[in-house]
T-cell receptor, first 111, second 111 residues
Framework: TQLLEQSPQFLSIQEGENLTVYCNSS?????LQWYRQEPGEGPVLLVT?????EVKKLKRLTFQFGDARKDSSLHITAAQPGDTGLYLC???????????FGKGTHLIIQP | AAGVIQSPRHLIKEKRETATLKCYPI?????VYWYQQGPGQDPQFLIS???????DKGSIPDRFSAQQFSDYHSELNMSSLELGDSALYFC??????????FGDGTRLSIL
């Protein structure tokens, strides 16, 4: 089973600042998903990256997939309180396979 | 757009009782997945079904069983409940090979 390491585990910053969180593995990812989860709710899919070196943008969120497909990052520009949540990276899910999640980054954006 | 529907949203049981959780996937999705998320933990994959057949198996205890019905809804049956079974249980659905979309979960509390 592939182990995903996410860093930092906790991050608290002021509104308007920029931040980057990371997801790493010792093995190559077949594909990688980023999810955001709020307390008491299910994870919400943000993006799927498949190709090494791929960059995807979702408004103020920029997702990068490493060239070797062993790491990924999520960069948030001008963070807002609504960005607060648990950011999870996940691998797998090919066919009908289950996902393996990282432990997540708990992000708090203070007004 | 229609999302994954889970019922009940909250369930309280006592030790050694049984529980049944239900999941209604997004229309035209043919694959369902079950996950367990303990307090402060990442979601752990339990089991998945594709076209009503078990597809992938994760860390599902022998006391739990699941099935997918002809209308594609799924049920997770849990017996001999233990205190450690207290968790959020998520169902996700997808078209085969596509990203998984999660419901808002069932919060199971064992007294």
């Amino acid at each position: 089973t592939q182990l995903l390491e996410q860093s930092p585990q906790f991050l608290s910053i002021q509104e308007g600042e920029n931040l980057t969180v990371y997801c790493n593995s010792s093995s190559v990812f077949s594909s990688l998903q980023w999810y955001r989860q709020e307390p008491g709710e299910g994870p919400v899919l943000l993006v799927t990256v498949v190709t090494g070196g791929e960059v995807k943008k979702l408004k103020r969120l920029t997702f990068q997939f490493g060239d070797a497909r062993k790491d990924s990052s999520l960069h948030i520009t001008a963070a807002q309180p609504g960005d607060t949540g648990l950011y999870l990276c996940a691998e797998g899910g090919g066919g009908a396979d289950g996902l393996t999640f990282g432990k997540g980054t708990h992000l708090i954006i203070q007004p | 757009a229609a999302g994954v529907i889970q019922s009940p949203r909250h369930l309280i049981k006592e030790k050694r009782e049984t529980a049944t959780l239900k999941c209604y996937p997004i229309p035209r999705h043919d694959t369902v997945y079950w996950y367990q998320q303990g307090p402060g933990q990442d979601p752990q994959f339990l089991i998945s079904f594709y076209e009503k057949m078990q597809s992938d198996k994760g860390s599902i205890p022998d006391r739990f069983s699941a099935q997918q019905f002809s209308d594609y809804h799924s049920e997770l049956n849990m017996s001999s409940l233990e205190l450690g079974d207290s968790a959020l249980y998520f169902c996700a659905s997808s078209k085969e090979g596509q990203p998984q979309h999660f419901g808002d979960g069932t919060r199971l509390s064992i007294l």
